[in-house]
């Protein structure tokens, strides 16, 4: 009779069982030889025994325990259920015990579980048999991690494969620290592993089956020892519960201070490069150039560890007062370089984060800044912190005009940081999915775009960045894989251009003639670095090609084009009034340095280290991809404009053939910005080619028009809608003929409280669209106005209109007129936003020639309701007439179906 493996349960009495018994009858007879793959686990979980294990940890606490029957016939008989307590920020593992399963290709293994929370994560202990840990004297264990749980309340199956290829790099990962080289030879799991996250109230998990694939062997040297207080390798979240050491280690005490406008460390000042952390391995994130990393919850002091091995700092909410007060000095926290009180603060929350400030600083020994990020009100804030982070957003159309902190930073009194958003808003991506459901990878800007958008956001002023992503990065697709090696070579340029941001002067005199651009300026010592915005795609270049003249420039200096992969020469002389350096057309941004002093060109080398061939070859499969997506597209549509570009796009490639040819010559400097010039092309042919898709009258937002891989659903999708029939409007109140009426269809007027700004809202009979009147809304900028051209200004006046009630599956239109004059000094706009698209899809119009309609398409996911928020943003007078909402009558067999591109020729 087949004993069962301790602490696995019972094994299933199937096919899988006598695979089990026929490679254990040859184990015995042979040796510990390997046999063929088979399911050598297939545990169904219907005996009384429960056989997942909690790892106790701090923070983590388990309720119950127990097999249980289901109700459900479809389900099977019976699962393995735990109930546990998991504090927030904290997790816990669950292990199963298996027989010694060799790490071999073949090694695959499959849960099918439910839990009330979802990021329940599969992963597995691999030991490494011929490594002893120094702290156990225990073969050496890592742990490898597979699918993560996504659909909360359903079952699902998670898979873990790729075994071979996870221990590896976590053996090389491991083999980082100079005391230890890891063999992975024999190397095996014996533990599978559930990572749950915390959270409050008592959290569920369920496991119905479990299924592995592979091969037995006996035990490896030696036995597989206690169960480790935490994983070694992956990153806080497997290193959560539990990790405690036995001795305790501390840390010299580091002063973390603000100094004007930058933080310091140790005196030193630190230009933070942040990323928002969404599970990945801290290693991974180093890797990709961050020096810090941002936590939403309190850390952990495991976390705090990994963060310090990997090298990074760690921003994150402090501790309750009473544990933040028993922080020692010398410990872990030092990795911490400072508290965060969110990120999403208003003006309402001004009174409750004075309090908090103050009661975070009387208890902190280590005396760290304090973070708070807001979009409004930026000079309130700032009275109350040490860092204000500022939202910023990527517009989908791609311009990035980020405007100018450094009128607005000797005002604030603190330090300024922006916070970069890399993917679309939930509500965005929801819209453009419910449209083209088969659509993938929404949701993530354009390498491209991420790129403009962050050094144009940093050039501007702010001293740290904070990258905000809609979902963990560790990902194996083409379209994450592109995003990291985007990340990396802009955290490289970051890097390279840091001195002049940090320690040197802004200065004026540079000037960037035949541009629609403006340049930026630093002096540090000898030294110039002049910052080239570069021309949006879809804005029109100036006829003939820009120069850059730089007014106070040594005789003697020369001039290089400063990229990731190193210097290139340009050509430059003195003219009347500076140096002059022409230039051809800059489609993206640009780096110029400007010096007479060979030593800070040869700091400049020391800086770039031996990463020059990986970042040239990094931007030149940017490149490619870039091309190969493009041509992917132009080949699904039918528009005979979009055939026409094919001759710019072979151009491209001809152009990369040259990139491979320097590549192979070692001339990557030259090799980068020629993929650079290639990429700028293709965002160039990329935007026409959405001026030929998305061509309209007035202003329009419909969400499959602002991704290319959209554009063939978006030209299927135009005759599809023009021919629908469309509803009764269903907005009482839109017309704007009478306010009392208007009033109690449910329209509310707001204005912001703002000495800087006179606002007034009325009915004007002057030259109306549409009846005998139109909504005008006012906001127009007082003497104490103080205008920093910010790319999105805050609403100061604005109107809501009613709910609108809708059904599931519906498809509404929203439709009116507009006419707006707008202040160009301050930004001047007016803002249409409804509900369903936030803001991401909002239309931000700026002055208007005469009346002009706009139109917004939604899709209802489930019912619901629309609402409309019409506002003045900055300077501007905004006149709206004739808004509707009406349903499209889609036809059952078009609602069931998605609008999808014509096939493939």
């Known amino acids: 009779m087949l004993e069962p493996v301790p602490c696995c349960g019972r094994l299933r009495r199937s096919a899988g069982c006598c695979a089990v018994l026929a490679v254990l009858v040859g184990l015995i007879l042979s040796g510990p030889r390997l046999h063929a793959a088979d399911v050598v686990v297939d545990e169904g979980f219907d005996g009384p025994m429960v056989s997942w294990k909690l790892e106790p940890a701090p923070n983590v606490r388990q309720v119950a325990q127990l097999r249980t029957q289901l109700s459900n016939s479809q389900k099977p008989a019976s699962v393995e259920r735990v109930v546990m307590t998991i504090a927030p920020g904290y997790g816990a593992h669950l292990k199963h015990q298996v027989e010694h399963l060799p790490v071999l290709d073949e090694l695959a293994i499959e849960v099918v579980m439910r839990s009330n929370r979802a990021a329940v994560q599969l992963a597995a202990e691999v030991v490494f048999p011929r490594n002893i840990d120094s702290e156990t004297g225990q073969p050496l264990r890592t742990t490898v991690v597979g699918q993560r749980y996504s659909n909360a309340g359903q079952w ?56 592995v694939v592979g091969v037995l062997t006996q035990p490896g040297i030696a036995a597989a020892g206690p169960l480790l207080s ?72 495991a976390q705090l560890r990994a963060a310090r091995e990997a090298k990074l700092w760690v921003v994150c909410p402090p501790p309750e007062l009473d544990r933040l007060v028993e922080i020692a000095p010398n410990s872990i926290w030092q990795t911490v370089l400072a508290w965060s009180l969110g990120l999403e603060n208003t003006a309402l929350s001004l009174d ?33 912190t040490d860092v204000l982070v500022r939202p910023r957003k990527i517009d989908l159309a791609g311009d990035a005009n980020v405007g100018d902190v450094e009128k607005l930073a000797p005002v604030l009194g603190c330090s300024p940081w922006v916070a970069v958003s890399l993917g679309w808003s939930d509500a965005a991506r929801e819209q453009a999915e419910l449209l083209a459901p088969s659509a993938r990878y929404l949701g993530w800007h354009e390498p491209w775009q991420i790129r403009q958008a962050l050094l144009a956001t940093m050039a501007a002023g702010h001293r740290g960045l904070l990258v905000r992503t809609p ?54 010592g000898r030294s110039r670095l002049v910052f080239l915005p570069g021309e949006p795609p879809s804005q029109q270049p100036a006829s003939t090609s820009p120069v850059l003249v730089v007014a106070g420039v040594p005789e003697n200096s020369k001039a290089h084009l400063l990229t990731p992969a190193g210097l290139v020469p340009l050509r430059g002389e003195r003219v009347t009034g500076g140096f002059q350096v022409p230039l051809t057309r800059i489609a993206s941004p640009r780096w110029v340095v400007l010096t007479d002093d060979s030593l800070t060109l040869a700091q400049i080398e020391r800086r770039l280290g031996n990463e020059a061939p990986q970042a040239a070859q990094a931007a030149r499969t940017l490149a490619m991809a870039d091309v190969m997506e493009l041509e992917t597209v132009m080949q ?27 590549l192979a010559s070692r001339k990557y400097a030259y090799a980068i910005e020629l993929a650079q010039t290639s990429s700028d092309q293709t965002a160039e042919a990329r935007q026409q080619l959405f001026k030929y898709v998305t061509a309209t009258t007035g202003f329009a937002s419909i969400p499959t028009e602002y991704d290319l891989r959209l554009l063939p659903t978006h030209q299927a999708l135009q005759p599809a809608l023009a021919s629908l029939v469309r509803g009764q409007n269903l907005l009482v109140g839109g017309d704007f003929e009478d306010l009392a009426s208007t009033q109690s269809a449910g329209w509310v007027h707001t204005d912001y409280a703002d000495s800087q700004h006179d606002t ?70 007016l803002l249409i936003q409804d509900t369903l698209g936030g803001q991401e ?65």
């Open 636 to 662: 699904q549509l039918l528009n005979p404009q979009a055939k026409a570009l094919a001759g710019r796009v072979a151009a491209v490639r001809q152009r990369l053939e040259q990139c491979d040819q320097l």
């Open 841 to 905: 899809l909002a239309l931000r119009v700026p002055t208007t020639a005469g009346w002009q309609p706009f139109r917004m398409v939604r899709t209802v996911n489930q019912t619901s309701s629309v609402q409309l928020h019409l506002a003045v943003q900055g300077g501007a007078l905004a006149d709206i007439d004739a808004v509707m909402v009406r349903p499209i009558s889609v036809p059952r067999r078009t609602a069931n179906q998605s609008f999808t591109a014509p096939p493939r020729q």
């Open 471 to 524: 979902g963990r990065l560790a990902s194996s697709s083409p379209e994450a894989r592109r995003l990291c090696e985007q990340l990396r070579l802009l955290n490289r340029e970051l890097m390279l251009a840091e001195p002049w941001l940090v320690t040197g002067k802004r200065i004026a005199g540079a000037e960037l003639r035949s541009s629609n651009q403006k340049s930026i300026a630093w002096q540090l």
């Open 230 to 301: 935490a994983p070694q390798n992956d990153g806080p979240m497997l290193s959560a519960p539990g990790n405690q050491q036995s001795e305790p280690i501390t840390f010299d005490p580091v002063e973390v201070r603000r100094h004007g406008t930058t933080i310091s460390v140790a005196g030193e000042p630190l230009v933070p490069r942040a990323i928002e952390y969404h599970g990945e391995s801290f290693s991974e994130l180093a890797e990709l150039g961050f020096n810090t990393v941002y936590l939403a919850s309190p850390a952990t002091e």
């Open 156 to 211: 699902q199956r998670l898979r873990l494969d790729s075994v071979p290829k996870l221990a590896t790099r976590q053996a090389r990962f491991l083999s980082t620290n100079p005391n230890v080289q890891v063999d992975d030879r024999e190397a095996y799991v014996d533990r599978v592993v559930l990572v749950v996250p915390g959270g409050s109230g008592e959290t569920l998990v369920e496991v119905d089956q479990m299924q």
């Open 352 to 384: 409750q984060l004075t309090s908090q400030c103050e009661a975070v600083r009387r208890a902190d020994p280590l005396r760290r800044p304090i973070v708070v990020g807001a979009s409004d009100r930026p000079r309130r804030f700032a009275q109350l």
């Open 760 to 829: 007034a809202v009325e009915f004007s009979p002057r030259d109306p669209q549409h009846g005998r009147a139109c909504l005008r809304l006012v906001a127009k900028p007082t003497s104490q106005a103080m205008f920093t051209s910010d790319d999105d200004p805050p609403s100061v006046v604005w109107v809501t209109s009613p709910r609108v009630p809708l059904q599931a599956g519906s498809v509404v239109e929203i439709t009116g007129w507009i006419r707006v004059v707008g202040s160009a000094e301050a930004n001047g706009k």
